[in-house]
């Protein structure tokens, strides 16, 4: 059986071809209820300096 892959290497390649080609479509297939819903990071700061403005503590905390 493998001897015919070997002997035609132009029949292995269609053949690849069409099993990844057949998986694409069939993950197509899939329905979105399969996968979880993920919340998106968030990164909460929370800084306290008695006196500053809000623009002192921006700077302080977001620009190095």
């Not at 292995?12 to 071809?17: E, F, Q």
């Not at 979105?32 to 300096?49: E, H, K, L, R």
């Amino acid at each position: 059986m493998f001897s015919k892959f070997i002997k035609r290497p132009v029949l292995a390649i269609v053949i690849s071809v069409i099993i990844v080609f057949i998986g694409s479509l069939a993950i197509k297939q899939l329905p979105i209820s399969q996968f979880p819903q993920i919340a998106p990071t968030t990164v909460n700061i929370f800084i306290a300096y008695p006196g500053s403005s809000a623009e002192v503590l921006v700077n302080s905390t977001l620009i190095p």
